[in-house]
């Protein structure tokens, strides 16, 4: 089965994840949206006019990849992807606030735009929100809380 994941040592059974069902399934597919675009987007920047904003654009394809790894690790079963998530949506939720941080003291270092710049305006503030909704989701979806929900259902 997938969507389980062994209990090492433990003797009990595979533990269900719920992280990729319900809501998880729209916060992976937005999330997968985000990796997509801010792909596209970095990757046309870097390719035509990367010396116009060398920071700007290299901070959107390290943002690129943050989305990548968060649409991945969302939709994984285990705890290590569990813990792979947390780290993408805190690493997200930083960039999100320095550079927004950044783009508004230090214009002249972002005279273009990023996701994160502005703390995501142009994207209506989504990447101010996904990363707070994501960590949330996560938190109500913890391992620990599903061996206790299974445990709670087998007696």
Known sequence: MKDQQPQAGTGE???RNTRNTGPGRLLIAVYGIFAISATARAGYQILTKFSEAPLAYV???FAALVY??????LAKAGTTWFKVSVAAVLVELAGVLVVGTLSI???VQFP?????SL?????????????ILGLVWLYRRRPSLARQAQAGAAK
Do not use: K
């Open 13 to 15: 059974g595979p533990v």
């Open 59 to 61: 901070l959107s394809a």
């Open 68 to 73: 990548v790894v968060a649409t991945v690790s």
């Open 105 to 107: 003291l230090d214009s």
């Open 112 to 116: 273009h735009e990023t996701v994160w």
């Open 119 to 131: 703390f995501g305006r142009g994207y209506g503030f989504v990447p101010l929100l996904l990363p």
